[in-house]
């Protein structure tokens, strides 16, 4: 198949989309991947894309189509300046690019305009369209403090499902998914149509040695620190457990982490440490010196609906999880019996959570039914399989 995908985000930013172009590729299929300049989460737009630079690139057999997008920018105002360059310009690309493609793959992350693209371009083309759906909207809004009686809330539910019905297939990634698109965009999908995330390859592989442990439990987060992320309520449990033989690693930057860093400092606590962002080639070696890993969301309904993508990484490379979270992923991690979660927002509540696990004595136990179950649900060769035989089918059996 010669397949159209379409992101806003690609390599060298840190998203799966470039994982499975690149798997598509090494199944014998060609890929385009129209996509926006690398700016996430930084906002910077390195040197080497600017002033039209690179606009079009080869890696790994995946063609690269570069749109106009300007960089992220903090507040509201400068998040919808990034995400509405990337869909200007690329519907503008879309529509002039050479139709030899067969079948248009969306990977749609937040903002649901990113996809909107592919949804302009299936209006004016037979090539059919799948939409893969990680963050589901407008339920997402509700996250950024945007009433749901609003002015904008209300049209970008109207822009939302007038992306999500042009899709022949919508596959999602949370079970929660089906009934939200049910109920409130009037949009059917199959059971059959739920296709969860898989982690990278270098998290099912063995991990590196651990240096000697010192007595102390580690306990490490991984990922974006955004407002969503809700970190501080990690490094409050930290405080109500400054006591306890815990080191706290936190590991990524975002938005939030500077404000992370200044309740750290103003309260004094010498053991949460912050390393910033870290190669993806770094983790191994952090998820190694891991007792159990660590994930946390505000308490809202379009977190509550997402099984992030970093928990499946926990489960692959055979770690428990410790969760200030609730919906998907709570359930997630009591049906693989692989750590124990308390409802978010709530640091007294989490610190219960830890004390539980300090006391557990099945802690290695736990991360490997987290692998088995991860096995069993979550592989990569599993989501490959599914993904190219429903392309496959969209095409119309190419």
Known sequence: MKILVICQHYWPENFRVTEICEALVQRGHQVTALVGLPNYPSGVIPQEYRRFRNRRQLRNGVEIRRCFEIGRRPGKLGLAINYVSYMTSASVKALLLKRDYDVIYAYSTSPVLMSLPASLLR?????????????????????????????????????????????????????????????????????????????DDLFRQALPPCPPKTGAIDLVFAGNIGKVQAVEILIQTASLLRNEPIRWHIIGDGSNEEACRKLAASLA???????????????????????????????????????????????????PVLGSIAGETAYVIRQAQCGFCALPDDPKAFAGVVKRFLAAEDKLEMGRRGQAYYDAHFTKREHMDRLESMLTALAGGK
């Not at 209300?154 to 009934?179: C, N």
């Not at 983790?283 to 890993?293: G, I, K, L, Q, V």
Request: glycine residues 4%.
């Open 123 to 199: 209006c004016f083309t037979k090539r059919k369209l799948m939409i893969y759906v990680l963050d589901i909207w407008p339920a997402c809004l509700a996250a950024m403090n945007v009433r749901e009686d609003s002015f904008f809330y209300g049209f970008m539910k109207k822009v939302s499902r007038w992306v999500y019905r042009r899709a022949d297939m919508l596959i999602y990634s949370s079970k929660r998914f089906q009934e939200y698109l049910r109920q409130v965009h009037g949009i059917t999908v199959a059971d059959e149509q739920y296709m969860p995330q898989f982690a």
């Open 269 to 319: 606590l010498e053991n949460v440490i912050f390393y910033g962002r870290r190669p993806l080639s770094d983790m191994p070696s952090f998820y190694a010196m891991a007792d159990a890993m660590l994930v946390s969301m505000r308490d809202d309904i379009s977190v509550n609906d997402t099984l992030p993508g970093k928990v499946q990484s926990y489960m692959a490379a055979g770690k």
